[in-house]
């Protein structure tokens, strides 16, 4: 799990599918609810950074692939 770096949106990553689901931080929004941001190939997110870039990075397993991630989730 990671925020990002303005503090509006909470990251989570998965195991089992390799999912980053992304989660409005506002707790006074009626509509926080968590949406698939990026569905990546592998098994699990073992860890995950914002960069200064603002771009998501997320380390993925099997293989130690670590994947750049932009706005969009692509």
Request: aromatic share 8%; charged share 20%.
């Given at each position: 799990?990671?925020?990002?770096?303005?503090?509006?949106?909470?990251?989570?990553?998965?195991?089992?599918?390799?999912?980053?689901?992304?989660?409005p931080s506002?707790?006074?929004?009626?509509t926080a609810e968590a949406v698939v941001f990026?569905?990546?190939?592998?098994?699990?997110?073992?860890?995950?950074?914002e960069g200064k870039d603002g771009l998501l990075y997320a380390a993925v397993s099997p293989g130690g692939n670590v994947y750049k991630i932009g706005a969009d989730g692509a």
């Amino acid at each position: 799990m990671v925020e990002s770096q303005d503090g509006k949106t909470v990251y989570l990553g998965t195991g089992n599918r390799a999912r980053i689901y992304k989660v409005p931080s506002d707790v006074e929004s009626t509509t926080a609810e968590a949406v698939v941001f990026a569905d990546l190939d592998g098994n699990a997110v073992y860890a995950m950074t914002e960069g200064k870039d603002g771009l998501l990075y997320a380390a993925v397993s099997p293989g130690g692939n670590v994947y750049k991630i932009g706005a969009d989730g692509a």
